[in-house]
């Protein structure tokens, strides 16, 4: 099992940038800017992320590290 620091290194590499992951308004900016990714409206942004986690693999980042963060 990967650790959170080298899931959080992988999604830096992605985005080119660093953000706060566990922050669900820079997320959301970091995949639509960066990505231009435009999640599904859900209850929780968990969520929308894991409705399209095969869009881009810095979805599933995302997704293990909140988890792994809970």
Do not use: G, W
Not at 13 to 28: C, L, Q, R, S
Not at 50 to 67: D, G, P, Q, V
Request: hydrophobic fraction near 40%.
């Amino acid at each position: 099992m990967e650790s959170k620091k080298n899931i959080l290194e992988k999604i830096f590499i992605f985005a080119e940038k660093d953000f706060d992951p566990t922050i669900d308004k820079d997320v959301v900016q970091i995949l639509r800017d960066k990505f231009n990714i435009y999640l599904p409206q859900r209850s929780a942004l968990n969520e929308s992320l894991e409705s399209t986690a095969s869009s881009h693999e810095i979805i599933e980042l995302i997704l293990k590290y909140r988890t792994l963060s809970e």
